[in-house]
């Protein structure tokens, strides 16, 4: 198959770049395989649609404005054994965002609380979501900013055309009052509407210290915990682990690399 100027111009009038670009190539191809038009056909079409969702995918996670490049795939799941596995796949396939429910990821520092939160993200972000990532600090200077200039609806419009949000870190600094006030708004304003991913090295019980507030802390849990999973993980700090880990190879030169992944997996198991 040649290029056909008539051809070409149809195709970027019909926003078909792919096909513009293949189908000569693919023509080509489907010709010497003696493939019927329909193949050849459904040949461009896939190749069109398959470049469009990994646009659309890679502009959301863009937009989602993650801190790091985070995925399941390099989480290891062996360094955390009371995690539940399939619990944490089951939920990367996004189901509790089209049921509006929420995720809690709790436990101490260092054991991938963000790493999962910004997985579970990109996934969603591949699956078609608008997602925004935010510290819990950063959000709430998003809004007091926002308050100072006038500009919190238009903060309130966009966290409600998101289908996930991700608020990272609380508890890890005490909130303001009007920081504790305005986190509070955001998670009425989310409440059955938009899915939140909250991560925070605090259980529940002492989030009250988090708002500085009794009643605004529980009126807040009452709606998270609403239709929420609550995924401790418990274990101590991958960094740290990691760094022992790379201290032990030092000291002892002849281990072999296999011994290593031996080790990480003795070391899970006896957790
Ligand atoms: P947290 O948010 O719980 O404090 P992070 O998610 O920031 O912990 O994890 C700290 C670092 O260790 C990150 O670079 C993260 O990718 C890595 N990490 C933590 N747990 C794991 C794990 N089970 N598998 C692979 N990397 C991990
Ligand atoms: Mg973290």
């Given at each position: 198959m040649k290029k056909n100027v008539l051809l070409d111009s149809h195709l970027k009038t019909l926003k078909l770049p792919t096909f513009l670009r293949e189908y000569e190539k693919t023509g080509r191809q489907c010709a010497r395989d003696g493939k019927h038009y329909e193949e050849f056909l459904l040949c461009l079409a896939e190749m069109e649609v398959a470049e469009r969702e990994n646009k659309g995918a890679a502009r959301r996670i863009r937009q989602a404005g993650f801190p790091a490049e985070k995925e399941l795939a390099d989480f290891d799941f062996s360094a955390v054994p009371k995690l539940n596995k399939r619990r944490v796949l089951e939920l990367a396939r996004c189901e509790y965002i089209e049921r509006r429910e929420s995720i809690v990821l709790a436990g101490?520092?260092?054991?991938g609380k963000t790493h999962l939160a910004i997985a579970l993200g990109r996934e969603a972000c591949r699956r078609g979501k608008k997602v925004k990532f935010f510290t819990a600090c950063g959000l709430a200077t998003a809004y007091a900013e926002a308050r100072e200039e006038r500009h919190v609806q238009r903060l309130d419009a966009h966290a409600r055309t998101r289908h996930l949000i991700l608020v990272d870190e609380l508890g890890y600094v005490p909130l303001g009052q009007g920081a504790a006030e305005n986190l509070f708004n955001f998670f009425s304003l989310c409440y059955e509407r938009v899915s939140l991913i909250v991560t925070t090295n605090l259980p529940f019980s002492e989030w009250p210290q988090i708002f500085g507030d009794e009643r605004l802390a529980g009126a807040l849990i009452d709606r998270l915990t609403h239709h929420v999973h609550v995924v401790e993980i418990q274990g101590e700090s991958y960094r740290l682990r990691a760094s022992l880990k790379a201290g032990k190879a030092k000291d002892a030169p002849n281990a072999a690399p296999e011994q290593e992944g031996g080790d990480a997996q003795d070391e899970s198991a006896s957790q």
């Open positions: 101490p520092a260092g054991v």
